[in-house]
T-cell receptor, first 112, second 115 residues
Framework: DQQVKQNSPSLSVQEGRISILNCDYTNSMFDYFLWYKKYPAEGPTFLISISSIKDKNEDGRFTVFLNKSAKHLSLHIVPSQPGDSAVYFCAASEGNTDKLIFGTGTRLQVFP | GAGVSQTPSNKVTEKGKYVELRCDPISGHTALYWYRQSLGQGPEFLIYFQGTGAADDSGLPNDRFFAVRPEGSVSTLKIQRTERGDSAVYLC?????????????FGEGSRLTVL
C-alpha cells in the first residue's frame, strides 16, 4: 500500500525553465510534507517542507504547494539549473513523529 | 565529521551469512532512523530510536532483522541468515527528535549485496 506516490519516474526540463514535480498521498492523517533531493552515491538531503496548515512555502528558487482536499503536493523549481539534476523524493509524516514515508522518486534532468 | 557516518559503505556477503551495519549519528541528535532503499524505490522505513529505545520497529520485515542503540548514540543494524532479497542500500538518518517537522539528516548509506 503506497501511501505516498510519485507517478512520474522521470522529468526532463531545459535550463531556465520551470520544473514541476508532483506527489500524491492517501493518508489524510499526514500533516507534514517534505521534499528531499538525492545525488548518486549520496544520502538524500532535505530541500523544503510544508505544514498542513499552509498551502504554499517558498525558499529561493523552490516552492512547494499543498492541496489538502486533493491530497496533492507539488514542487516548483524556477529557473531550473543543470545542478538541479537529481532524484527528488516526496515524503510525509503524521502527528507526533518524524518518521517519514517516502514516495518512489522522480528523476529530474535539466539540460542546457 | 559533522554528518551521519555509516560503515561499511559496501558489503558483499553470501546467502545465509550474518551482517552488521553501523551508524554514527550527528552529535546531540536523539532520534535515529534506519531506512532501506531498493533499486528504483524510495527509502522504506525500518526502525526508529528515540534515545536508547526503539520507538517504532514496525518496518522491520521479519525477525532476521534487529537493531540496537545501547548508549543512545551509535546504532547497529543486524541481519541474520541473509537472503538475496535483502540486497539494498541501507540508509541511516538522525534528527533532533522534534516532532512534526524535524528534518532528517541522512548518511551516504551502506550498500549490501547478498550473492
Amino acid at each position: 500500500d503506497q501511501q505516498v506516490k510519485q507517478n512520474s519516474p522521470s522529468l526532463s526540463v531545459q535550463e531556465g525553465r520551470i520544473s514541476i514535480l508532483n506527489c500524491d498521498y492517501t493518508n489524510s492523517m499526514f500533516d507534514y510534507f517534505l521534499w528531499y533531493k538525492k545525488y548518486p552515491a549520496e544520502g538524500p538531503t532535505f530541500l523544503i517542507s510544508i505544514s498542513s496548515i499552509k498551502d504554499k512555502n517558498e525558499d529561493g528558487r523552490f516552492t512547494v504547494f499543498l492541496n489538502k482536499s486533493a491530497k496533492h503536493l507539488s514542487l516548483h523549481i524556477v529557473p531550473s539549473q543543470p545542478g538541479d539534476s537529481a532524484v527528488y523524493f516526496c515524503a510525509a509524516s503524521e502527528g507526533n513523529t518524524d518518521k517519514l514515508i517516502f514516495g518512489t522518486g522522480t528523476r529530474l534532468q535539466v539540460f542546457p | 565529521g559533522a554528518g551521519v557516518s555509516q560503515t561499511p559503505s559496501n558489503k558483499v556477503t553470501e546467502k545465509g551469512k550474518y551482517v552488521e551495519l553501523r551508524c554514527d549519528p550527528i552529535s546531540g541528535h536523539t532520534a535515529l532512523y534506519w531506512y532501506r532503499q531498493s533499486l528504483g524505490q524510495g527509502p522504506e522505513f525500518l526502525i526508529y530510536f528515540q534515545g536508547t529505545g526503539a520507538a517504532d520497529d514496525s518496518g522491520l520485515p521479519n525477525d532476521r532483522f534487529f537493531a540496537v542503540r545501547p548508549e543512545g548514540s551509535v546504532s547497529t543494524l543486524k541481519i541474520q541468515r541473509t537472503e538475496r532479497g535483502d540486497s539494498a542500500v541501507y540508509l541511516c538518518a538522525s534528527s533532533r527528535g522534534l516532532a512534526n517537522g524535524g528534518e532528517l539528516f541522512f548518511g551516504e548509506g551502506s550498500r549490501l549485496t547478498v550473492l
